[in-house]
């Protein structure tokens, strides 16, 4: 096995640390995107209160506050 050139270890890392960047930035990008949706949900749903409901009762009688729920759980793993 051949040693990395410095100045391609360099390089290397220049570019992960860029595709990292990218990665996050797009991340961002669509949390923000769907953090939209969520507030009209939110909005439009008012002050709804159901979680005495489990999951799959909650998909079946409010199939909307069910998906909005869901959606705050997508943009919370995409900020991470």
Do not use: F
């Amino acid at each position: 096995m051949t040693d990395i050139h410095p100045l391609g270890k360099t390089i290397l890392t220049l570019a992960e640390a860029a595709a990292k960047q990218a990665v996050a930035a797009e991340r961002k990008c669509i949390a923000t995107a769907l953090q939209e949706i969520h507030s009209a949900l939110d909005d439009g749903l008012g002050d709804l209160d159901v979680t005495y409901m489990d999951d799959d009762e909650l998909r079946e009688s409010h199939p909307v506050q069910w998906a909005t729920c869901k959606l705050a759980g997508v943009i919370e793993s995409l900020e991470e």
